[in-house]
């Protein structure tokens, strides 16, 4: 099966080719707003973008997924809408940043699930806008794009995204989780050899789908900023786990408690599992993985019947750690098993599927991918 880039590659001519991945979050969800620690790594599945000049200010943008073409220019005033906001709010925010965006002829390729919490978005952002720097000639270091694309989908989308998925899409190595500091953008990579330590990833996309999803996001999110005023910190980052009795006695409302209670725990369990990691002891991160998600079910309530079962039926059939990844609603769930329990435990969380009369899931295994590339061009 011929990857996105391998099918652009085909017809992408004298322009140039880049590509982004998506991501899975080991650990750290609903941590990079609080300006916080996440641990993500990319995929090996990616959004391709290939482009060339236009003599003419304008992008027509085309979709191998939807079949559609877009044109749009920014100079006529209104928003562009749909799939193509994401194309022009790279345009928009470039030229905001006083890069002098030539227009292009973009066509889209893309290998990452739509909808499945794996960061299809940041993906199509952070290539398009590889695109368009090359095709300008300009100098945007790789480590100040994922800010750029945070921007561009946080004010001209509209999505109130943290920088972890952009940064992911961007900065990821292959073989490497990332360490992130959403509050400095300090980054290490941490090395995450799976099939050295005779394990893997088994990724199940639930298919549950999503609802309310962005009113549910963006109440957490008030309450956390709301928790940080009381407490007087600037974000619950500045919170240390050990001082964390004392600043849920401060809070009066039983659900801001729980929402502070995932967001500060969540946090150590990140720096947690980076140590274990950086030791070698992969297998350690499992019970982290399970903490995790037993944290975002019980005290930031975000999961659903169907993640809640994928992960129940992995530990029970020798995952060593599982947990729902990303905004939550849905999406897909990471089990981290070893190699020869792998085809076990997707089997019986296909069973348990049927069982429950849930949609039938995607499973898929992943390894640490490449951060935005170049393909050609």
Request: glycine share 10%.
């Amino acid at each position: 099966m011929t990857t996105a880039a391998e099918r652009l590659a085909k017809t992408a001519g004298a322009g140039v080719l880049w590509a982004s991945p998506g991501r899975v979050n080991l650990i750290g969800e609903h941590t990079d707003y609080n300006d916080g620690f996440v641990l993500p790594f990319a995929l090996p599945q990616a959004t391709a973008v290939s482009g060339g000049r236009l003599a003419e200010r304008r992008w027509v943008v085309s979709s191998e997924q939807t079949g559609e073409t877009v044109t749009f220019d920014l100079d006529g005033g209104g928003k562009v809408g749909g799939w193509a906001s994401y194309v022009a709010a790279v345009v928009w925010v470039l030229r905001e940043a006083g890069v002098d965006v030539p227009g292009a002829s973009l066509t889209i390729a893309s290998d990452v699930p739509f909808g499945a919490g794996l960061s299809s978005s940041a993906a199509l952002e952070c290539a398009v806008m590889a695109v368009l720097v090359d095709l300008a000639g300009a100098d945007v270091p790789m480590r100040d794009r994922p800010r750029l694309a945070q921007r561009a989908e946080n004010e001209y989308v509209g999505a109130p995204t943290g920088i972890m998925d952009q940064a992911a899409s961007t900065l990821c190595h292959e073989g490497n989780a990332l360490f992130l500091d959403c509050r400095s953008l300090a980054t290490e990579q941490v090395p995450f050899d799976l099939a050295g330590a005779g394990l893997k990833i088994l990724v199940v996309d639930s298919k549950a789908p999503h609802a309310h999803v962005d009113g549910e996001y963006a109440a957490r999110r008030r309450a956390c900023e709301e928790a940080a005023g009381i407490l007087g910190v600037g974000a619950l980052r500045d919170v240390d786990v050990d001082a964390l009795p004392d600043a849920l006695a401060k809070l009066d409302d039983e659900t801001m408690r729980r929402r502070v209670r995932h967001v500060v725990t969540e946090n150590q369990r990140v720096l947690d599992t980076v140590e274990v990691l950086r030791a070698g002891d992969l297998r350690a991160a499992g019970p982290l993985m399970t903490a995790s998600h037993e944290s975002m079910r019980d005290d930031y309530e975000i999961t659903v019947p169907q993640v809640d079962t994928a992960v129940r039926v992995a530990l029970e059939h020798g995952a060593h750690g599982a947990r729902m990844t990303g905004g939550g609603f849905g999406g897909c769930v990471l089990a981290l098993v070893d190699e020869e329990h792998c085809d076990t435990v997707e089997v019986a969380v296909r069973e348990a599927f049927a069982a429950n009369g849930f949609t039938p899931p995607d499973t898929f295994v992943v390894t640490p991918g490449q951060g935005t590339y170049r393909i050609s061009g």
